[in-house]
């Protein structure tokens, strides 16, 4: 499932535009923890997280994750936003808690 396709079935809001929309997604992780996430993102993958600064955009970088997604619409700030978009690093964001976007994913990505 490409991430347009993902974003398209799951309605998420993709605050840096259409980078990455092509790429697919074959897995997703969900942690808050930096350390963490670099150690277990896989490739492929998208990476959902209540972290909102811009150490997350490294963290991203080095695992080449296909996008960062931040649960309950929280706010983004725009330097984030900005850095991201140079960096061609996709961030998302949905209504739903990181409960619900990493079930949704899951779902989603078993019927493909």
Do not use: C
Not at 37 to 54: F, K, L, P
Not at 77 to 102: D, M, Y
Request: no cysteine; proline share 2%; aromatic share 4%.
């Amino acid at each position: 499932m490409t991430l347009a396709q993902l974003v398209d079935t799951l309605g998420f809001e993709a605050i840096t535009d259409n980078i990455n929309m092509e790429r697919d997604v074959k897995t997703g992780y969900t942690s808050d923890l930096l350390s963490d996430a670099i150690a277990n993102i896989e490739e492929d993958s998208v990476w959902i997280t209540m972290q909102r600064h811009i150490n997350i955009l490294g963290v991203a970088k080095l695992k080449d994750a296909v996008a960062i997604i931040i649960p309950r619409n929280l706010q983004v700030e725009a330097s984030v936003v900005e850095k991201a978009r140079e960096e061609g690093i996709a961030i998302l964001r949905g209504p739903q808690t990181a409960f619900e976007i990493s079930g949704l994913i899951y779902n989603a990505l078993a019927k493909k």
